[in-house]
């Protein structure tokens, strides 16, 4: 029943397109040159680098000087946490205050939980039971000594998508600089950076089909932004070094075929979502996490805004451990990961439970088991049927194992 290889962990990183993979053999056979040298080979890859801003830039309405290329998504971040730190003079580290959510990304979080080591006042904004921060205890919270609001646009974990249109208005009206980690979200459903009004936005190429180590950080005025590298005039002095022509070609490439294909891609992903909840809602011992089915049948593809990513289903199985789900679903063939694909030890090496799930408070019994399933472009109906005879057999498994162990 189970001779299938089915890839259902797009959350974590997706396979490069034949596109992108043939645009960057061309990058690394002929058109190796440095950008910065001046002759032709340095022209070429110019051009190269000159093609894929573009690509970036329009797939969220931005203008090519506001895009930085990094090393990815983990870099965007980390630029723009320190990048502002280092931008007020004025207030000392211990007067400086950055607000936050509990829900962020471990490249926010952890910068975060640094500074705030290190004297910072960092706030931590609560979400609901859904993934939702509340604005109105954004509000209370912006102080006149807040730089900076960081906060997650598409979770990673339980797929719930904030309203940024909202949350940027709130900063704007208090003056204070407003950045988001869209790495799940770009290239997935519209976003453009003009109407949604954030001052910084991060992005990822290896979730949208494109190769690992390059990303990329929207920077609306490069006069908000200080370097944390230091060496080279490349990417506006913010990000010196030698650019990745290969990587940000590939990146460039799969955003520019992603864009085009996102209304097609959201209306497949959410009807495969759709069945996999449905399904999911009657098997035994689970429970799904994040945004509810009820919402997410709400949007239909062409909305302009949307509650959860298309395609993302994430949910908690009573008493056991993720880890043996996901070995178990691999011994079936299908690749999911228990919720993120980053996530934090103890001491003792043993996983923590994911501080998402604590956050939207999912019962105890329930918060270990965690499974995260985040379907692509290339998933089928067919695949749905496969994930859910699996996931049954496989709780029932794990739970008559459990039967077994004397107390
Ligand atoms: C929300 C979010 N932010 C940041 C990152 C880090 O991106 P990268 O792997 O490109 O460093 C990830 C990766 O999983 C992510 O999901």
């Given at each position: ?31 190796f ?47 723009v946490?320190?990048?502002v ?26 910068p ?6 290190n ?39 339980i ?27 770009f290239c ?34 490069l006069?908000?932004l ?90 908690c ?21 228990s ?38 472009r ?30």
């Open positions: 029943m189970f001779n299938k290889s089915i890839y259902a962990d797009c959350s974590a990183t997706t396979k490069p397109r034949p596109e992108v993979i043939e645009a960057m053999m061309k990058i690394l056979k002929d058109d040159g440095n950008p910065s040298s001046l002759h032709r080979f340095g022209r070429a890859a110019k051009n190269h680098l000159n093609e894929a801003r573009e690509n970036i830039s329009s797939a969220i309405s931005a203008n090519e000087e506001q895009i930085i290329f990094t090393s990815g998504g983990t870099e965007s971040d980390n630029l946490i320190f990048g730190s280092r931008l007020i003079k004025e207030l000392s580290d211990k007067e400086k205050h950055i607000i936050t959510t509990k829900i962020e990304h471990s490249a926010i979080k952890e975060l939980e640094y500074l705030e080591k004297g910072w006042k960092v706030s931590w904004l609560n979400v609901d039971n859904e993934g939702f921060i509340n604005l109105d205890e954004l509000k209370r919270t912006i102080t006149a000594k807040t730089l900076l609001v960081s906060i997650i646009h598409a979770n990673n974990e797929g719930t998508i904030q309203n940024l249109k909202k949350i940027s208005e709130v900063c704007k009206e208090k003056n204070v600089l407003f950045h988001t980690d869209a790495v799940q979200s997935k459903i519209p976003i453009d950076v003009k109407e949604l009004g954030a001052d910084f936005m991060s992005m990822s190429s290896h979730k949208i089909y494109g190769p690992k180590g390059v990303g990329a950080l929207y920077v609306k005025d006069q908000n200080k370097p944390i590298l230091i060496g080279g005039s490349q990417e506006a002095k913010l990000r010196p070094g030698t650019e990745n022509i290969s990587g940000v070609v590939g990146f460039g490439v799969a955003a520019k075929l992603l864009q085009k294909e996102m209304s097609d891609n959201a209306k497949h992903l959410r009807e495969l979502q759709i069945l996999l909840m449905e399904r999911l809602l009657k098997t035994n011992n689970v429970i799904l996490t994040g945004v509810g089915l009820d919402k997410v049948q709400e949007n239909i593809p062409n909305e302009r805004y949307f509650y959860r990513i298309p395609g993302h289903v994430s949910l199985v009573k008493d056991v451990e993720g880890e043996s789900l996901v070995l178990q679903m691999d011994l079936k063939g299908i690749a999911v990961s919720g993120s694909a980053c996530k934090e030890k103890n001491k003792n090496a043993l996983i923590k439970p994911s501080h998402v799930l604590e956050a939207i408070n999912i019962p105890q019994e329930y918060i270990k088991g965690s499974l995260r399933i985040t379907l692509g290339e998933n089928t109906k067919e695949d749905i049927d496969f994930i859910t005879q699996a996931l049954e057999a496989t709780v029932q498994n794990l739970n008559k194992g459990k039967e077994k162990i004397p107390i």
